[in-house]
């Protein structure tokens, strides 16, 4: 292996097949306590209802069970092994703790239809988290109902048009930068919205002058990401914001990126009308190979009455309950209470930094700033700006001799790192999006940059390698063409 | 900060190497006037001794100690200790979305088992790598068939949980989408007739639940066969997965939306739980949400990797199936693990061990003076029983006993005010059972 590569070293890791492949009759994982009530024949109670057996279900035992989920385990990356810079996802380290409360007894074991009087405790959770969450983005009024972030900005969409049409009509436009998350354009669609994408300008940001010449009676809102998916704070925020209210219009704030925000500026004291969390990215809950997450939705004072049912309210004796009986909100967005699970472990964070979370935010910014100085004499910076979180290059200079963001990110990988994000954001031609986050330290920043130093030497050097990379997993380069041409998404006898 | 791997000297390096001489050039871009000048107003910093003391001390506050006899979409299941031990591994615990597939494998073979394990249980040819719950998943299921047949109205059985019908509704309001609701039979099952009525050349799909809120098993191949005598589709909805070790699955459905709570989550106070939607292979590219594909690498190697993004918001944008980005992907991890652990033998036996108790508190329930069944149909582990007095006022005495009652039907259903909504899992005990009928009896007994 190239003496380069410090971080990582080869390592043997264990073939294992699909988990039916394993399975013969009679072998079982899990055995139920003896049945304490005469026997039901499911035949006689369900006639032509009943089933018997599932056909291809596995049968194996727990200690197969074991091997074969951490076997599958072994073959991917994770926060814990090291960084994972993907831009946009703010992979931060998801703090033990978290994983402890959220498994509690008396917490994971909660019905959300049991009675008010003793949920007090999960509700009293939900109220501090609220609380924290307001304080953090400077807006009035809260709903941790939405699962995600996509859904976080339906909700999002829906207060907008809800109060508009409280106000005459619910308009037909939303305006979206071109350096947007596919998401935001995604979701407005689904609120009922026309899309309307704007450009950048030439420093990557809103265009102001653009924007007043598209403010017409249609507009319902503008869609922002900010910090922007450059990692760029918009610096006219506050004044975009004006023009937008000078037309009746909302501002909505992506808060994907509001890491590199919490504890230095709130979005609420610029403007901002709406806006969502992503809980999975700057509160820590963990990613998990993609969800469960949580988008809350903090809005400003006038568009409190038209959050989803239901709200969380508290009584004249100080209790708390669930109101669900709200004439002008929206409606509910999904079963129960959100995701409450999610929302105890971002508690448990917001907890351990209480108003020290600006340490954190300061950290990721300077991880970025450490790395884009140290990096911006072999990639190319398209946007000059000074950068908060996370820093985009571009792969125009390796791109001469053939290597294009993907082969940088693939060779990333025999270096021990997972790849930042590629591709995106769009405005971008052959991104390469870093973002550190606070979890790392000075050596394993030091590590990423002699990395992504080494492989720009490849590129000018040895451009083959890094176009094949990579050369050190359990498998190569996957055919991606193949499977959608044929699907194959499940497995048979 | 225990979480963060810096000293103060190691950032006064770095800042050097940036050429700054404080933190605060680093955040210069943000506009003065809109700095923060004091630290936030949290509690904390907490150690995370205090953290934990601060939610065993929620957790105190809550309902540990009662006997509850709630499900209506959220159900206490068994589930081994090895199940969360795998999903606390790092390796999933803290893994992104398998994006970069070569590191991800993994992550990709275990969705790749969970879209199986949904198509043996629903009957179903495909399923996608997870929803965010049951009722997003029947929601996006209806949006997926409007798309299929063009048509905008939907038939929807009141005997659907309510909450999910009114997710379906806010989707709805803006979509110019038109939902129709029909009622039920003495049976508990949906009203054939006035279904057969309702469903016409533009409705799109028609959707019930089963079991229902009611806990009634429905006919799915009499249903589909209304649905498609206009081409519309049927859409059949599961809150209570594990039905499906005993009863047989909607394979005459289009789409199955389904919640995975019962297959190894946790209530966790409503979520975060899993949605599952399988269809069939003819609809896929309709689907929404994220597939996991078996493919080849260059060595000719059996790999994994995500397929068919061109559905997706992106690589579409505006254009895309769905919005849905982030799921529910260690959650259908959990589901997978436990499913692999029941297996075969051990769901089979779970869901025969939920008949047979549900059955046993039915009978001792029904001993009671002026206790009633409501309906007719058969039904897995919930069923609705009629009390000669109101469910709540009922309720507030079993909780003296420390015991949760019924789910007042009421709440739903302004013609079931006297219903209550009884729910008995494996978990439950006989002795748990006779004391739920003991004390209701003697509840009843007592003069007004």
Known sequence: MDKKIKKAGRHVSQSEGLIFEKSAPGKRGFELPPCDVPAVDAKQALGVQARDGIQGFPEVSEIEVIRHFTRLSTWNYAID??????????????????????????????HPYQPVELSQGCLKILKLLEECLLEITGMDAITLEPAAGAQGEMTGLLLIRAYLKS????????????????????????????????????????????????????????????????????????????????NGSLLYMDGANMNALAGVTRPGDFGVDVMHLNLHKTFSTPHGGGGPGAGPVAVKKFL??????????????????????????????????????????????????????????????????????????????????????????????????GVSTMDIAKRLIDYGFHPYTTAFPLIVHGALMIEPTESESKEECDQFIDSMRAIAEEAATTPELVKTAPHSTRVGRLDEVAAARKPILRWKP | MRYLPKSPSERQQMLAAIG??????????????????????????????????????????NSVGYTSFLGAGVYNHLRSVVTDAIIQRGEFLTSYTPYQAEISQGTLQAIFEFQTLMCQL?????????????????????????????????????????????????????????????????????????????????TAAVVVQSPNFFGVLEQAPQLAEIAHGKEALLIVTITEAVSLGAARPPAEADIVAMEGQSLGLPPSYGGPFVGVMATQEKFVRQMPG??????????????????????????????????????????????????????????????????????????????????????????????AVELPRSVRMVNQELLKEKIIGPLPLGTFYPELTKCGLVCVTETTTRAEIERLAGAMKKVLEKPL
């Open chain 2, 20 to 61: 700054a001489k404080s933190i605060e050039e680093l955040f210069a871009s943000i506009p003065p006037a809109y700095r923060l000048k004091q630290p936030l107003k949290l509690p904390g910093p907490y150690s995370e001794a205090e953290i934990i003391e601060y939610f065993r001390a929620r957790a105190a506050e």
């Open chain 2, 122 to 202: 629903t009957g179903q040819e495909v399923a996608n790598a997870s929803m965010y719950d049951g009722s997003t998943a029947m929601t996006e299921a209806v949006l997926m068939a409007e798309r299929l047949t063009g048509r905008h109205r939907v038939v929807v059985a009141r005997s659907v949980h309510p909450e999910y019908r009114q997710v379906l509704e806010t989707y709805a309001r803006n979509s110019g989408m038109e939902v129709v609701e029909t009622g039920f039979a003495p049976s508990g099952q949906v009203d054939v007739e006035t279904l057969r009525a309702a469903v016409n050349a533009e």
């Open chain 2, 290 to 383: 994220r597939l996991a594909g078996q493919t080849t690498d260059t060595a000719g190697r059996r790999g994994f990797v995500l397929t068919l993004a061109t559905r997706e918001q992106h690589i579409r944008r505006e254009k895309a199936t769905s919005n849905i980005c982030t799921n529910q992907a260690l959650c259908a991890l959990a589901a997978t693990v436990h499913m692999c652990l029941l297996g075969k033998e051990g769901l089979k036996e779970m869901a025969q061990q939920n008949l047979a108790k549900a059955r046993f508190a039915a009978a001792e329930l029904a001993k009671i003076p002026g206790v009633k069944p409501v309906f007719s149909g058969a039904t897995f582990n919930e069923f």
């Open chain 1, 167 to 246: 106000r005459g009509g619910a308009r037909k436009l939303v305006l979206i930068p071109d350096s947007a998350h596919g998401t935001n354009p995604a979701t407005a669609v689904i609120a009922g919205y026309d899309v309307q994408n704007i450009r950048s300008d030439a420093r990557g940001q809103i265009d102001v002058a653009q924007l007043r010449s598209l403010m017409t009676p249609d507009v319902a809102a503008l869609m922002v990401t900010n910090p922007s998916t450059l990692g760029v704070f918009e610096q006219n925020i506050a004044e975009v914001a004006e023009i937008l209210h000078a």
């Open chain 1, 81 to 110: 092994l090291g960084m994972y810079p993907l831009g946009s996802c703010t992979m931060k380290y998801n703090p033990r703790v978290n994983e402890f409360v959220a498994r509690l007894e008396g917490i994971a074991t909660e």
């Open chain 1, 304 to 401: 409190e009455p038209f959050l989803p049912v239901p709200v969380l309210t508290q009584k004249a004796d100080g209790t708390l309950a669930l109101d669900a009986n709200r004439p002008k909100s929206i409606g509910r967005v999904k079963a129960f209470c959100g995701n409450f699970g999610v929302l105890v472990r971002a508690l448990a964070y917001a907890l351990a930094y209480g108003p020290g979370m600006r340490q954190a935010s300061e950290d990721a910014v300077l991880n970025a700033n450490y790395i884009r100085k140290k990096l911006e004499d072999v990639y190319e910076l398209p946007y000059k700006l000074p950068c908060m979180h996370e820093v985009v290059f571009s792969d125009s200079r390796q791109k001469k001799n």
